[in-house]
C-alpha cells in the first residue's frame, strides 16, 4: 500500500479542517442594474471610475465578472 500526501496534507488533514469564512466586510448583497440579486465580493478603482467584482446567478450558471459602479445599487426597483 503507498501513501500518498499532497501539498495540502492528507485526505483525512483536510476533512478535518473548519471550511473558510468569507470576510463580511468584503461580501455584500446588492443589485445590479437595481433587478438583479448579486454579491460584491472585490471592488477597485480604474481610471478614476469604481468597479466592483460581482457574482450572480444566471440561468443556473455561476457568473463572475467585474462591473461598472454605476450598475450596482443596494436598493431593488
Same mark, same amino acid.
Given at each position: 500500500?503507498?501513501?500518498? +500526501?499532497?501539498?495540502?496534507? @492528507? *485526505? @483525512?488533514?483536510?476533512? &478535518? %479542517?473548519?471550511? %473558510? #469564512?468569507?470576510?463580511?466586510?468584503? #461580501? +455584500?448583497? =446588492?443589485?445590479?442594474? @437595481?433587478? =438583479?440579486?448579486?454579491? #460584491?465580493?472585490? /471592488? %477597485?478603482?480604474?481610471?478614476? +471610475?469604481? $468597479?466592483?467584482?460581482? #457574482? /450572480?446567478? $444566471?440561468? &443556473? $450558471? *455561476? *457568473?463572475? &465578472?467585474? =462591473?461598472? &459602479?454605476? %450598475? !450596482?445599487?443596494? !436598493? $431593488? *426597483?
Amino acid at each position: 500500500m503507498t501513501m500518498k +500526501r499532497s501539498d495540502f496534507g @492528507s *485526505l @483525512s488533514d483536510r476533512l &478535518g %479542517r473548519a471550511p %473558510r #469564512v468569507l470576510d463580511g466586510q468584503r #461580501v +455584500r448583497h =446588492v443589485w445590479l442594474d @437595481s433587478t =438583479v440579486p448579486a454579491l #460584491v465580493v472585490d /471592488r %477597485r478603482k480604474t481610471a478614476g +471610475r469604481w $468597479e466592483g467584482k460581482v #457574482v /450572480r446567478v $444566471e440561468d &443556473g $450558471e *455561476l *457568473l463572475v &465578472g467585474w =462591473v461598472s &459602479g454605476d %450598475r !450596482i445599487s443596494t !436598493i $431593488e *426597483l
